[in-house]
């Protein structure tokens, strides 16, 4: 039986899935010349091209994609055993991986996490900000954030934070210089601010619900940006109304620096859920992050009065 580099596989694999030596490089931990020569030397003793190169792109052939689906899935299962043999250690090892929206992880991810690192040296932790929904399966991540209306139906879903609202806010200097709208077809007439979806690409419509009653406006402005902390510091520059889940606005709405409006038409929605694919068996690093991230509290953190709630979206 002639015996195989599965180095040389594995890397082939990491190539195919990222799309680039350069990341494919970094993650292996090797230059990117060793592993050029890696993918050559695979290729010249399989007698057949895997990968199609361009001075921008790098894809699997049509052989390569074959290989890819054949060994890919088993480097995964191997890795994942692997993980699962921190159970016989004293103390829990592994990396997770989670892909998020930069003010969640700051405002909820981080908090909670922090303390289980300090205990659990050897748990390694990697956030992906991202502001697109990402396909955590192909892209390898252990598991995703996002708002519990927008995850597959085929994924466990575990929320992590309190339900949400939405709020409209601007400068007081802007409402000085304009009427504040009494309903949500008022903001017509007014400059907003809007943010347009990383990966659909569509501008997101604002919604507002009061009793049995729904609207969803279509609002205008000078400005459009795809990042929610870029939204809310756009509103403090007086550049129009924002809106945003209200947490995002907290801080600003509490000292003055930003009004709010509409409140009545601001109902609550399910929060933030971390998600992960319902065909993976969870490692004991990824079970210890899970239950942290379930816990109520998070760590170092005021409970707001009534009204003020929390929140954040990747707009994506």
């Keep these: 039986m002639v015996r195989r580099n599965l180095n040389d596989l594995l890397s082939f694999v990491t190539v195919a899935r990222e799309g680039s030596f350069t990341r494919a ?10 592993l050029s020569q890696a ?11 895997l990968l199609t190169r361009t001075t921008r792109s790098v894809s699997p052939t049509a052989a390569g994609e074959r290989l890819l689906q054949a060994i890919g899935h088993r480097f995964d299962e191997i890795e994942a055993e692997l993980d699962e043999l921190s159970e016989l250690r004293d103390k829990p090892a592994g990396m997770v991986r989670i ?20 205990k659990y040296p050897d748990v ?13 399966v192909a892209d390898r991540f252990d598991a995703g954030v996002r708002l519990g209306d927008t995850i597959d139906k085929d994924m466990i879903a575990v929320p992590i934070g309190p339900k949400l609202k939405m709020a409209a806010v601007a400068t007081p200097d802007y409402f000085a210089r304009h009427p504040k709208p009494k309903t949500p077809e008022d903001l017509t007439r007014h400059t907003c601010i809007n943010l347009r979806f990383p990966t659909q690409g569509g501008l997101y419509v604002w919604e507002f619900a009061r009793k049995d009653k729904q609207l969803n406006v279509r609002v205008e402005g000078q400005l459009t940006l795809n990042s929610t902390p870029h939204i809310v510091q756009a509103a403090l520059e007086g550049l129009g109304l924002a809106f945003l889940p209200e947490e995002e606005f907290a801080p600003h709405i509490e000292e003055g620096r930003l009004t709010r409006v509409l409140e009545d038409w601001c109902a609550p929605f399910d929060g933030y859920y971390l998600y992960y694919p319902s065909r993976r068996q969870p490692s004991p690093a ?14 170092g953190r005021k409970r707001r009065q009534p009204g003020l709630l929390s929140r954040e979206e990747e707009a994506g």
């Excluded at 993918?39 to 091209?49: F, K």
């Excluded at 003010?103 to 300090?118: D, G, S």
């Design 286 to 299: 990824f079970s210890l992050v899970l239950a942290a991230l379930r816990s109520q509290e998070t760590p």
């Design 25 to 34: 490089a970094a993650i292996l931990g090797v230059t990117q010349s060793a």
């Design 39 to 49: 993918i050559s030397g695979l290729e010249a003793r399989l007698e057949i091209r």
């Design 99 to 118: 892909t998020c929206g930069d003010h969640v992880l700051k405002t909820t991810l981080l908090p909670k996490v922090a303390p289980l690192m300090h």
């Design 124 to 136: 390694k932790v990697e956030f992906d900000v991202n502001y697109g929904f990402r396909d955590i």
